[in-house]
């Protein structure tokens, strides 16, 4: 029997770059940097597993784009995020330099603004209630 989500891959076209972001800026929580056994020309490992997640989430999400599937990098993406106080959340991302695509509205159900990553990965954040 499926109980839950394990992992979520979101594509990111430099791990380096990607792993600050989700690190520094969302403040998650890495779980996992793992070289993939790939030398690349320099003699270091190319490619590497990351696994991150905001603190105290059972989900970890991946951030590695397979060979051929480049083309997936960026857009918005099928990601939601949630918070308890989205007009703190979207305060404390444009301090540390998040580009926010879509300032926090009051919707029918709740509340929903949305950011972009290094990638042009773009996630929604909602928080439920008034």
Partial sequence: MITRARSVGIHVSDQDRALEFYRDKLGFEVHQDTPM??????????KRWIEVSPKGSETVFVLY???GMESRI?????????????????????AKGVEVTQEPSQQGWG??????????NEFGVGQSGS
């Fill in 65 to 67: 784009t397979p060979p």
């Fill in 37 to 46: 056994g790939e030398m690349g020309p320099s003699g270091h490992e190319e």
């Fill in 111 to 120: 509340w929903w603004g949305q950011f972009q990553d290094p990638d042009g």
């Fill in 74 to 94: 960026g857009g918005f993406s099928n990601i939601m995020w949630d918070t308890d106080d989205i007009q703190a959340t979207f305060e404390e991302l444009k």
